[in-house]
């Protein structure tokens, strides 16, 4: 992808967190622990998930796919916010910020997809038990993350391209830790009318279709939970989805909300890129190992296997 020179502006300044000196350092250390967590619980999910023979199934399998990705959202943010909190310049070149942008949309919108196509899987196990096996064949699996990789690689395609041909003549000052198309739109003096429509158009597309996906599914997995005669039943087939909805309820609400929403640098607009962007790579290994007893098992048997090796 060949970034264009269209601009006097060359590059732009990061304000990040806003906060004086001291408090930065101190946020440096907490985005730090955070980002190094991240980094920890997300490779401890894919290390389990991988390598332990009771894991090999689609609902895993989908989630291995969910920390990789995770774990790269997170890279793509995270270190330059860190750089920012000890550097004085904060600045970051029009090409690094347009990468960066890029990348967000990329693998913001894989996330999406795959927890569009865990909802399917949980439908899948829940609504049709018998003809699962064919529903969920490892081929499918297959297709459905390749489909989730190239259809959120083309939704950054389509935006990114025509965001090199913007023009920024002035104002260089970006309200925010990260780059993102919501926030350079404001800053420049072209025509940007395009721009916003094809965005919202590819958000509401990308967003609301894969969440009206995951709605129904939900809609018809809570028909089939409501039918089981017995209490216990129904709090065990719920548990098997309450990690789910727990990670789309994070994300889905503070990204649609950034992406849909008239930028206005207000606080509000970090505090929402920071939970879909910093918070839930975060959370998500730890919603899914502390709620689950199969994957608190398997992290039991890899331990126990390390600790035979180092012997």
Same mark, same amino acid.
């Given at each position: 992808?060949?970034?264009?020179?269209?601009?006097?502006? =060359?590059?732009?300044?990061?304000?990040?967190?806003?906060?004086?000196?001291?408090?930065?350092?101190?946020?440096?250390?907490?985005?730090?622990?955070?980002?190094?967590?991240?980094?920890?619980?997300?490779?401890?999910?894919?290390?389990?998930?991988? =390598?332990?023979? *009771?894991?090999?199934?689609?609902?895993?399998?989908?989630?291995? *796919?969910?920390?990789?990705?995770?774990?790269?959202? $997170?890279?793509?943010?995270?270190?330059?916010?860190?750089?920012?909190? &000890?550097?004085?310049?904060?600045? @970051?070149?029009?090409?690094?910020?347009?990468?960066?942008?890029?990348?967000?949309?990329?693998?913001?919108?894989?996330? =999406?997809? &795959?927890?569009?196509?865990?909802?399917?899987? /949980?439908?899948?196990?829940?609504? /049709?038990? !018998?003809?699962?096996?064919?529903?969920?064949?490892?081929?499918?699996?297959?297709?459905?993350?390749?489909? $989730?990789?190239?259809?959120?690689?083309?939704?950054?395609?389509?935006?990114?391209?025509?965001?090199?041909? &913007?023009?920024?003549?002035? %104002?260089?000052?970006?309200?925010?830790?990260?780059?993102?198309?919501?926030?350079?739109?404001?800053?420049?003096?072209?025509?940007?009318? $395009?721009?916003? =429509?094809?965005?919202?158009?590819?958000?509401? !597309? *990308?967003?609301?279709? %894969?969440?009206? !996906?995951?709605?129904?599914?939900?809609?018809? @997995?809570?028909?089939?939970?409501?039918?089981?005669?017995?209490? %216990?039943?129904?709090?065990?087939?719920?548990?098997?989805?309450?990690?789910?909805?727990?990670?789309?309820?994070?994300?889905?609400?503070?990204?649609?909300?950034? +992406?849909?929403?008239? %930028?206005?640098?207000?606080?509000?607009?970090?505090?929402?890129?920071?939970? +879909?962007?910093?918070?839930?790579?975060?959370?998500?290994?730890?919603? +899914?190992?502390?709620?689950?007893?199969?994957?608190?098992?398997?992290?039991?048997?890899?331990?126990?296997?390390?600790?035979?090796? *180092?012997?």
């Amino acid at each position: 992808m060949a970034l264009g020179n269209h601009s006097t502006i =060359t590059e732009f300044i990061l304000l990040g967190l806003p906060a004086d000196p001291n408090i930065q350092a101190l946020l440096f250390v907490l985005f730090l622990e955070i980002y190094l967590l991240t980094l920890m619980g997300n490779l401890m999910m894919l290390l389990v998930i991988r =390598t332990d023979s *009771h894991l090999q199934t689609p609902m895993y399998f989908f989630l291995s *796919h969910l920390s990789f990705v995770d774990l790269c959202f $997170s890279s793509v943010t995270v270190p330059k916010l860190l750089e920012n909190l &000890l550097s004085k310049t904060k600045i @970051i070149s029009k090409e690094g910020c347009l990468i960066q942008a890029f990348f967000v949309l990329d693998i913001g919108g894989t996330e =999406t997809l &795959l927890l569009s196509a865990m909802a399917y899987d /949980h439908y899948a196990a829940i609504c /049709h038990p !018998l003809l699962y096996g064919q529903m969920m064949s490892s081929q499918v699996c297959m297709r459905l993350v390749w489909a $989730s990789r190239s259809l959120s690689f083309l939704d950054a395609v389509i935006n990114i391209p025509l965001a090199t041909n &913007l023009n920024f003549c002035e %104002t260089r000052t970006i309200s925010h830790y990260s780059c993102e198309l919501p926030s350079l739109f404001p800053l420049s003096c072209s025509d940007v009318t $395009s721009n916003v =429509t094809v965005l919202v158009v590819s958000t509401v !597309l *990308h967003g609301f279709g %894969t969440f009206l !996906l995951i709605f129904l599914s939900y809609v018809r @997995i809570a028909s089939i939970i409501l039918s089981i005669s017995t209490t %216990t039943g129904r709090s065990k087939t719920f548990s098997t989805c309450f990690s789910h909805l727990v990670t789309v309820s994070f994300f889905y609400g503070s990204a649609l909300l950034r +992406y849909l929403l008239p %930028t206005s640098g207000s606080p509000l607009e970090l505090i929402f890129s920071i939970q +879909y962007a910093v918070v839930t790579p975060l959370v998500n290994p730890l919603i +899914y190992s502390l709620k689950n007893k199969e994957v608190k098992a398997a992290l039991k048997r890899t331990l126990e296997k390390c600790l035979q090796w *180092h012997r």
